[in-house]
Each structure stands twice: as C-alpha cells, then as structure tokens.
C-alpha cells in the first residue's frame, strides 16, 4: 500500500470516528444514558477486560509467528 493511499485511510477513519462521537453527543440525553453509575463502571470493566484480552492473544500470535 502506499504512503499516500494509507494516510487517506487513516484521515478517512479519524473523521469517521469524529464524526460518530458528534453524532452520539448529539443524541444522547442531557443527563447521559446511564443514570447509575455504579452500573455503568462495571460495563466498561467488562468490556476493557474483553478488549485486553484480545489484545493479549493479539500479541501472542504476533510473537509466535516472529522467526
């Protein structure tokens, strides 16, 4: 791929994601969606520990294949 072609994609997909965060902020309630919390804290828990452990077995494929 080239240089040019990649930092395209990566601009592409920076102002995507910009934009989904405009889009969310826009239509979210003026108090936010959780309103406990409590409860909230221990989605994003759950999901931070689902994202490190991909991340994880990531890496460890990446190491295994390095010769």
């Known amino acids: 791929m080239s240089p040019w072609l990649a ?3 990566a601009a592409a997909s920076v ?3 910009i934009a ?3 889009i969310v902020r826009r239509l979210s309630p003026p108090g ?3 309103a406990d919390t409590a409860r ?3 989605v ?3 999901l931070g520990t689902v994202v490190a ?3 994880a077995f990531v890496i460890f494929v990446a190491l295994e ?3």
């Open 40 to 42: 909230a804290a221990g």
């Open 32 to 34: 936010g969606f959780f």
């Open 53 to 55: 452990v991909l991340l």
């Open 7 to 9: 930092s395209v994609a």
């Open 20 to 22: 989904g965060l405009l």
């Open 65 to 67: 294949t390095f010769s």
């Open 15 to 17: 102002a995507a994601a």
């Open 44 to 46: 994003f828990t759950v």
